[in-house]
């Protein structure tokens, strides 16, 4: 059993940077990919961030965002910076035990934190 817990959420205003932290209960393996997803409201949740032993970033947070792990610890951390009002959302961290599937889409995760809630003020 594997349960996660987002922390590190605000209201900051553009341009500004927040680190969010993913806390894991039980063990996950070093082959597992853990990631970032984010929801807007009115929208669908969408991939933000992944890692496995390499990173992968979608286009609209490659250059500002960066995603990192501590596997001796069980967590996965997303440092954001030079945020933009687009950014706002609630942001999940997840993980992936099902590495057949592509890290970008939901399918491959099996489990799933809270949530925490991001804004960027304009």
């Known amino acids: 059993q594997v349960q996660l817990v987002e922390s590190g959420g605000g209201l900051v205003q553009a341009g500004s940077s927040l680190r969010l932290s993913c806390a894991a209960s039980?063990?996950?393996?070093?082959?597992?990919?853990m990631g970032w997803f984010r929801q807007a409201p009115g929208k669908e949740r969408e991939f933000v961030a992944a890692?496995?032993?390499?990173?992968y970033y979608a286009d609209s947070v490659k250059g500002r965002f960066t995603i990192s792990r501590d596997n001796a610890k069980n967590t996965v951390s997303l440092q954001m910076t030079s945020l933009k009002p687009d950014d706002t959302a609630v942001y999940y961290c997840?993980?992936?035990?099902?590495?057949?599937?592509?890290?970008?889409?939901?399918?491959?995760?099996?489990?799933w934190g809270q949530g925490t809630q991001v804004t960027v003020s304009s």
């Open positions: 997840a993980c992936a035990s099902r590495i057949w599937e592509s890290v970008f889409g939901r399918s491959a995760y099996d489990y």
């Open positions: 039980g063990r996950i393996g070093s082959n597992y990919a």
């Open positions: 890692i496995r032993r390499f990173a």
